[in-house]
C-alpha cells in the first residue's frame, strides 16, 4: 500500500492546484518601462496663462533710428523710434479618462490592489506622453509649434572628415570641431548678442563623445574635454527625439539658450483629474491638460546642424 501511495500520479488539475499552493507572489511588481519624457526637464515652462484664457499673446519691440554728431544751435536732431510686434497663440486640451466598475471596487479592496492609482497613473503618463511629443513635434491638426519645428533658427553646416561627415567616422578632433562650430555659428550669426548654454545631441552620439578618448593615452573624452574648453556651453543632453529630428528623419544636433527669455513650452494645465462619473455600474474619470506648444521669443538663438 505504500509503494502504491507514493507512486501516485496527480492528474492536471490537481498538479495545478497544489503549484499554486506553493506560489509566492511578491507584493512589487515590475511594470513594463517606458522611455522618459524630458521635455519638462529640458525646457522652460510657463504655467502663467491659467485654464480658462482662450489666447496668449506676445509682444516684441525694436528700435529704428540713430543719434549723430551735433553742432551748437543745432535743430536737425535724428528722430528715433520703437515698433512692435505680436504673436498670439491658442493654447487646446489634451484629454485621456480611466474608469472602474462596482465590482472592479470590491475586488481591489478584497485584494488590498491599488487599482484607482495605477489607473490613474496610466492616464496621467497617457497625457505626459502628449504633451512631449507636442513639446518637441508640435501637432499639425491644431497649429501648435514643437521645440523641433523652430523657423528662423541658425543653421550651420557639417565639414567633412576623414571618413566622410557622420560622427561615427570622425576623429575625436573633427568631432569637437563640429560641437564649437554649431556653438560658435550662432555667436557669429548674432554678432555676439546670442550666446548658447546647452546643447542636445541623440543618444548614440552622446555616448559616443562621452566614452570616445582624445587619444590612445589620455583619459580624457570629447565630452569632458569639450565643457572644460567651450567658453559658452555649460551643458550637454541626450534627447531621443533628435535621433530623427532633421528634416530628412536624420541626425540632429541643437544648442539654444535654456532660459524663459528666449523660448517657453506654453503649459497652463499640466494635469488635472475631475470627480468620477457614475454611469450604471462603472465610474469614469476625466483627466486634462491644457497646451500651447513653444513659443520663441528669440529663434536665432537656436542653432543646429543634420546629419551627424
Not at 492609482?117 to 509649434?145: M, Y
Not at 513650452?265 to 470627480?275: A, I, M, N, R, T
Request: net charge negative; charged share 20%; glycine share 8%.
Amino acid at each position: 500500500m505504500a509503494e502504491h501511495m507514493d507512486a501516485m500520479n496527480l492528474d492536471a488539475n490537481e498538479s495545478a492546484f497544489f503549484k499554486r499552493e506553493l506560489e509566492v507572489v511578491k507584493a512589487k511588481s515590475y511594470d513594463v518601462k517606458w522611455a522618459p519624457n524630458k521635455a519638462l526637464a529640458l525646457l522652460p515652462v510657463d504655467s502663467s496663462l491659467g485654464a480658462a484664457a482662450t489666447e496668449l499673446t506676445y509682444r516684441s519691440y525694436t528700435r529704428v533710428g540713430t543719434a549723430k554728431m551735433v553742432s551748437d544751435y543745432a535743430t536737425d536732431f535724428p528722430r528715433v523710434d520703437v515698433y512692435g510686434t505680436e504673436t498670439t497663440i491658442k493654447p487646446h486640451d489634451i484629454g485621456a479618462a480611466y474608469g472602474y466598475s462596482i465590482q472592479e471596487i470590491r475586488r481591489a479592496q478584497m485584494a488590498g490592489f491599488p487599482l484607482e492609482t495605477r489607473r490613474a497613473d496610466a492616464a496621467r503618463r497617457a497625457i505626459e506622453d502628449k504633451i512631449n511629443t507636442i513639446a518637441f513635434s508640435g501637432d499639425t491638426a491644431t497649429n501648435l509649434v514643437g521645440f523641433l519645428s523652430c523657423t528662423g533658427a541658425t543653421e550651420f553646416t557639417l565639414t567633412s572628415g576623414t571618413g566622410g561627415y557622420t560622427w561615427a567616422t570622425k576623429t575625436a578632433d573633427e568631432i569637437l570641431a563640429d560641437m564649437n562650430g554649431l556653438v560658435y555659428a550662432v555667436v557669429a550669426a548674432t554678432n555676439g548678442v546670442e550666446i548658447p548654454d546647452t546643447m542636445l545631441l541623440p543618444l548614440a552620439q552622446f555616448n559616443q563623445i562621452g566614452t570616445k578618448r582624445l587619444g590612445t593615452y589620455s583619459d580624457t573624452t570629447v565630452l569632458d574635454y569639450f565643457l572644460k574648453t567651450n567658453q559658452y556651453v555649460k551643458k550637454v543632453e541626450w534627447l531621443n527625439e533628435l535621433s530623427t529630428g532633421s528634416d530628412t528623419s536624420g541626425t540632429r544636433a541643437i544648442v539654444f539658450k535654456n532660459d524663459a527669455d528666449h523660448l517657453e513650452l506654453v503649459l497652463p494645465v499640466p494635469f488635472e483629474q475631475f470627480e468620477a462619473e457614475k454611469k450604471g455600474l462603472a465610474y469614469t474619470v476625466p483627466c486634462l491638460a491644457r497646451i500651447g506648444g513653444v513659443v520663441f521669443h528669440y529663434p536665432l538663438s537656436i542653432g543646429f546642424c543634420d546629419g551627424i
